[in-house]
């Protein structure tokens, strides 16, 4: 069988596995596993922007809480279902991550870092803001009613969820693979290796760079919704810095400018933390820096790289063994 | 008007903290060309280190002469030790290898000293000075040392070989290479420098903001756009872009948007220079070539 084949039956018994896994776990662990997509498809938007393209962005936890909170708006004062919110989320993120991108154009390198780090710091502080308080509820911020199973269905409302957030996550990642390994990707890696060079070969930079931020940011903005439906609810405080420190810490431990990436990266912020937690409070994030540190000398490619290698080790290995 | 001078002196003193933790970024962006985001908590740390010795009885001058001498030292070896093997790499790398150094000085200063909130001992008196309304001893206190630490700087980057050197290492370090300069050494120097005026500003702004892990990430924001309204090439411009960042911000707070929404001023102000002029007030305008 060609290598092809091989990957498609992997990844047809990886989804079926996936597909399995909430009638096989407790309650609590499918609420985490279905974090553990909503943080997959965060990753693949961010991977889109920083990885493939190049532009380091510290601040998606604000995009993340923008769709959170567009969500649960729509939900508390316009009665929309879940469901629906979903494409306006996006939809907005896309707008804001556009005009952020517009003024990113300008700035390089540490400059964006900082700018996007300055962003994400100041996000808590936007949201509780007195004017829009009526909205967002200020500082208590607003609780959402998990949703129901629908057609009758025999499963609990987290089965449920977890197999709706599935459903966005194929979805999401099928448009992510076939905008990555195109024309467009192609571009995004050009611009992010030689700028000057792709200008030269009649890539429009300032239109892909916008353009990757915007869709960076709607991959986000749809997993912030689905992560205040997930979670039940939204406060500013839950989209502190950290947030989006997590977010490149998922990243790079998952693999840059990788789409299977995403998920090593985000298994890994969401389960490193709970085991970590038992130590010690502050224990998550030293493990962080620790792992961070080790990778970025170790591993630069990520769990994804160590795992292109390996494979193509034992491939390398059988095709020596065959004549 | 009483109120308008209070805002602006106590403005100036903030202004002076940030200028010091702004002379703190300016001085590794010009030698390496990177902005270090964990110098706010590497500040944080060397002033944890402090309040233990105050608490284990020493001096205050002592204590702070000795955190400043002890930062300096880790600053160094920082440089050496894990900033030196992604000198090279790609930005990615060096930004997360900052957000690394970032994450465990803030959970490690966490894990010793604990969150909870503890008050910081000012060395100056309670008594604000000559008897006047509009500044605090302390607030006059932190602007004259944060003079004097320009000054000695200047002093040194100006007038010794040392600094002669370092200047060189940053400016052309091929060039200084064949000089005879070692220019590894100078950039770890520069590093020791910028983790002990890091140290200084973390031991002024503590008795204000009051000592805990988190205390340095709204400061380390303004110190940004001190840094950038300045010019992040320039010490003066530095300074005196934090001396403008603090006034700025006490003023817009006081009469403008309220409190509530004082870091989002560092974000607009950070921004808005970043997009409409790049190079700060007093930065070199910098051309590629192709």
């Keep these: 069988m060609s290598p092809r084949a091989w990957k498609r039956i992997g990844l047809g018994l990886l989804l079926a596995g996936a597909v399995a896994l909430p009638f096989l776990v407790s309650n609590y662990r499918v609420f985490q596993f279905n974090m553990v997509l909503v943080y997959a498809i965060v990753l693949l938007g961010l991977n889109i922007l920083t990885g493939y393209n190049g532009q380091i962005s510290l601040g998606h936890g604000a995009f993340y809480a923008i769709g959170a909170y567009v969500a649960a708006i729509l939900m508390e004062h316009f009665g929309w279902p879940y469901w629906a919110t979903l494409p306006v989320a996006g939809l907005v993120c896309f707008v804001f991550g556009f005009l952020f991108g517009l003024p990113a154009l300008r700035l390089r390198g540490h400059y964006l870092a900082l700018a996007t780090f300055a962003l994400a710091v100041a996000m808590p502080q936007i949201l509780k803001y007195k004017h829009i308080e009526q909205w967002t509820g200020g500082v208590q911020g607003i609780v959402i009613l998990k949703p129901e199973p629908p057609f009758g269905l025999k499963i609990t409302p987290d089965q449920w969820l977890y197999l709706f957030t599935l459903a966005i996550l194929v979805l999401m990642f099928a448009i992510g693979w076939n905008l990555l390994r195109g024309r467009v990707g192609r571009a995004l890696v050009a611009i992010r290796d030689h700028p000057v060079a792709a200008e030269a070969m009649g890539v429009h930079g300032a239109l892909y760079k916008t353009l990757a931020f915007g869709v960076s940011a709607l991959f986000t903005g749809v997993a912030g919704a689905l992560g205040a439906v997930v979670v039940q609810f939204v406060a500013p405080d839950s989209f502190a810095a950290g947030l989006s420190i997590n977010f490149l810490i998922g990243i790079v431990i998952g693999g840059v400018a990788s789409i299977s990436g995403a998920v090593y990266g985000a298994l890994f912020i969401q389960f490193v933390p709970n085991f970590a937690d038992e130590i010690s409070k502050a224990a998550p994030w030293a493990i962080y820096g620790v792992f961070l540190l080790a990778f970025v000398y170790l591993m630069p490619g990520g769990v994804a790289g160590f795992v292109r290698l390996a494979w193509g080790r034992l491939a390398g290995a059988r095709g020596k063994t065959k004549p | ?290």
């Design chain 2, 1 to 290: 008007m009483e109120a308008f001078l209070h805002q602006v002196f106590s403005g100036l003193a903030t202004g002076g903290i940030y200028a010091s933790l702004a002379l703190a970024l300016v001085m590794i962006y010009q030698s390496t060309n990177h902005i270090n985001f964990a110098q706010g908590e590497m500040a944080m740390f060397s002033t944890y280190l402090a309040w233990s010795m105050i608490n284990g009885g020493m001096p205050y001058w002592w204590a702070f002469l000795l955190t400043v001498l002890v930062s300096f030292v880790v600053g160094i070896v920082i440089e050496r030790i894990i900033i030196r093997p992604v000198e090279d790499a790609p930005l990615l790398s060096v930004v997360t290898v900052f957000v690394a150094l970032l994450v465990i000085f803030n959970s490690v200063a966490g894990w010793i000293f604990t969150y909870t909130i503890k008050t910081f001992p000012s060395p100056f008196p309670e008594q604000p000075p000559f008897g006047n309304r509009y500044i605090s001893s302390h607030e006059l206190g932190s602007i004259g040392i944060t003079l004097v630490v320009l000054v000695a700087l200047y002093l040194f980057f100006r007038f010794t070989p040392l600094g002669l050197a370092m200047r060189a290492a940053a400016q052309n370090p091929v060039s200084s290479r064949l000089a005879g300069i070692r220019v590894g050494w100078m950039l770890a120097l520069g590093w020791g420098l910028a983790a002990a005026v890091g140290a200084v500003a973390g031991l002024l702004i503590a008795p204000v903001v009051y000592l805990e892990p988190n205390m340095m990430s709204g400061v380390l924001l303004y110190a940004f756009a001190a840094a950038l309204v300045g010019g992040i090439d320039n010490p003066f411009g530095a300074v005196l872009g934090g001396f403008m960042v603090g006034v700025l911000e006490n003023l817009i707070g006081a009469y403008v948007i309220g409190t509530e929404l004082k870091l989002t001023v560092a974000l607009v102000l950070i921004v808005g220079v970043l997009l409409f002029k790049p190079s700060g007030m007093f930065g070199k305008v910098f051309v590629s070539r192709v």
